[in-house]
C-alpha cells in the first residue's frame, strides 16, 4: 500500500483523463510535458504507460531510491529484448557484422564491473584536463556566434548549438573536421535506439546508420594503439587503473568501442540539446534573458544559473531500468524484469522538491538537488564537461547578442520524437549584435 497516497493533491477531471489516454510516446505530450507529469505524481507515480510498454517512475524520492540501488534495476537488462519485433535483436546483430564489433553497454551494469570501467573511464575527465578546455570553447563558441551576429538571424540549434559541441567533441576526441552533418546523423541514430518510439524496420536502419559510425571509430582507435596522440581515444585505448594487488587492467577492444561511442554521442547530442533549450528560454522567457545579461560577469552566479537551466529544461527527459527483482515504487509492486524510465523531467518539476519549479530562480536553496545528470554509480561521467560548455555557451552569447526572440509562433517549436531527450529539432530566431 502507498502510505503517501493521502497525502497527495486531489486529481482534478483534467488530470485523471491524462492518467487514461495519455502517453509519453504522443508527440503533443513530448513538446508539453509538465501536465503529465503532474498527473503521474499525484496520482500513480509509477505510471504503466501501455503505449511505450514501460512504466513510468516520476517523483523525485522515487528516482533516487532506484538510482541508489543499483543492483535492483540494471540500466543494461533494461535494453535487452525490447525491440519491435526482435529489432533490437537484429540490431545488434547487424552491428557485430556490419559495424566490426557488438559492444556492450559498458557503463550499463551495476557494479563490481561498472566500477571498473567508471574508474578507467574517468581518466578522460579530470578536472585539470576539463579545466584546460575552457578558453578553447570559449574560441568555438565565439566564432560561430560571430558568424550570425551581424545576420540578425538564424537557427539556434542547426547554426550554433549543434555546430558548438560536435566540434568540441572531435577536438577532444581526435577525429576528423568537417564532419559536422555526418557525425549530427550518427548521433541522432544512436539517440533513437534508446528513444523508445522506433518501429523494427527503423531500428534496423539505424543500426546500419551506427555501423558506419562504429567502422570509422574502430579505424581511428587501432590508429591510436600504435600511434598515441593527446585525445580522449588514445587515453580510452591505453588506458590502465591499479587494482590493489599492484596489477593493471585495461579494457577490452569491444568495451572501449562501447565508451568511445557513448563519448561522441553524449558528448554532443545532450549538450547541444541544452544549449538549445537555453535559446529557447532566452527567447520566450524575458526575466531569464534579463538575469543571464545580470550575472555574466559573476562566475558564482553563472554557475548556478547553469544548474538552474539543467533543472529547468533536463535535456535528457528519461532513461531506462529493468528491475531485477519485485520492488515496489510509488505504492505499486512492480515484477521482476519491468521496464521502467525514470523520468527525470518530472522529478525537476515537482513542486514539493523544488517550489514553483515553473519559476527560473538560481538562489533556490537545494538547486544541486536536481537529476538531470542522473545519480548513483551511473552519475554521468562527463558532468562537469557538459556544465562548462553550457556555460561557456551562455557566458559568450549573452556577450554578443540581445534581444533574442523567437522568429515562428511558439506552438510551432518542433521536439524529436523520442522519450530519451526534450530536443528542438530547429529553433529560428532573431537578435541583434550586442555593442
Known amino acids: 500500500m502507498d502510505t503517501q497516497a493521502a497525502d497527495r493533491p486531489q486529481l482534478t477531471d483534467a488530470e485523471r483523463d491524462l492518467l487514461e489516454t495519455g502517453t509519453l510516446a504522443d508527440p503533443g505530450v513530448q513538446a508539453q510535458p509538465h501536465a503529465y507529469y503532474r498527473a503521474m505524481r499525484h496520482g500513480d507515480p509509477a ?15 522515487d528516482i533516487l531510491a532506484v538510482q541508489a540501488d543499483p543492483l535492483s534495476s540494471g ?3 533494461a535494453r535487452r529484448g525490447r525491440g519491435a519485433g526482435g529489432g533490437r535483436a537484429a540490431s545488434r546483430a547487424s552491428r557485430g557484422e556490419r559495424g566490426g564489433a557488438s ?4 557503463l550499463g551494469p551495476a557494479p563490481p564491473y561498472h566500477t571498473r570501467i567508471r574508474k578507467l ?14 578558453p578553447r570553447i570559449a574560441a568555438v563558441v565565439a566564432d ?87 585525445d580522449m581515444i588514445s587515453d580510452i585505448v591505453h588506458a590502465k587503473v591499479k587494482k590493489a ?34 535559446f529557447f528560454l532566452l527567447a520566450t522567457r524575458s526575466e531569464v534573458a534579463q538575469l543571464l545579461e545580470e550575472v555574466v560577469d559573476d562566475d558564482r552566479r553563472m554557475n548556478r544559473f547553469v544548474e538552474e537551466l539543467l533543472r529547468n529544461e533536463p535535456p535528457v527527459r528519461a532513461l531506462s531500468r529493468a528491475t531485477t527483482k519485485e520492488t515496489v515504487l510509488g505504492g505499486t509492486t512492480l515484477p521482476a524484469g519491468a521496464h521502467l ?27 544541486g538537488r536536481h537529476v538531470a545528470f542522473g545519480g548513483g554509480v551511473h552519475r554521468c561521467v562527463g558532468l562537469a564537461l557538459a556544465r562548462m560548455e553550457v556555460k561557456v555557451a551562455a557566458r559568450e552569447v549573452a556577450r554578443r547578442l540581445k534581444d533574442i526572440k523567437l522568429a515562428i509562433p511558439v506552438e510551432d517549436v518542433q521536439y524529436l520524437p523520442t522519450v530519451a531527450t526534450r530536443t528542438i529539432e530547429s529553433l529560428p530566431i532573431t537578435f541583434k549584435r550586442r555593442a
Open 341 to 367: 524510465l525514470l523520468v527525470y523531467g518530472s522529478a525537476n518539476d515537482q513542486a514539493e522538491v523544488f517550489p514553483e519549479p515553473r519559476k527560473f530562480d538560481i538562489e533556490r536553496p537545494n538547486l
Open 47 to 61: 505510471h504503466f504507460d501501455a503505449k511505450l510498454g514501460s512504466w513510468l517512475v516520476t517523483r523525485h524520492e
Open 245 to 278: 594487488d599492484g596489477t593493471e587492467e585495461t579494457l577490452t577492444f569491444e568495451e572501449a568501442v562501447s565508451l568511445v561511442r557513448a563519448l561522441l554521442i553524449a558528448g554532443n547530442d545532450t549538450t547541444a540539446t541544452a544549449i538549445g533549450n537555453l
Open 103 to 106: 559492444p556492450p553497454d559498458a
Open 144 to 230: 560561430l556566434v560571430e558568424s550570425v551576429a551581424d545576420k540578425g538571424a538564424c537557427d539556434a540549434v542547426t547554426d550554433i548549438a549543434i555546430p558548438i559541441t560536435i566540434r568540441i567533441i572531435v577536438e577532444q576526441l581526435g577525429l576528423d573536421h568537417g564532419m559536422e552533418d555526418q557525425i549530427s546523423n550518427w548521433s541522432k541514430a544512436v539517440t533513437a535506439q534508446i528513444g523508445a518510439m522506433q518501429s523494427r524496420d527503423t531500428m534496423i536502419a539505424n543500426a546500419h546508420v551506427i555501423c558506419e559510425l562504429q567502422q570509422y571509430l574502430i579505424a581511428k582507435m587501432k590508429e591510436r594503439e600504435d600511434n598515441p596522440r593527446e
Open 121 to 134: 573511464m574517468e581518466n578522460a575527465f579530470t578536472a585539470h584536463r576539463v579545466k584546460e578546455l575552457e
Open 75 to 77: 540500466a543494461h537488462r
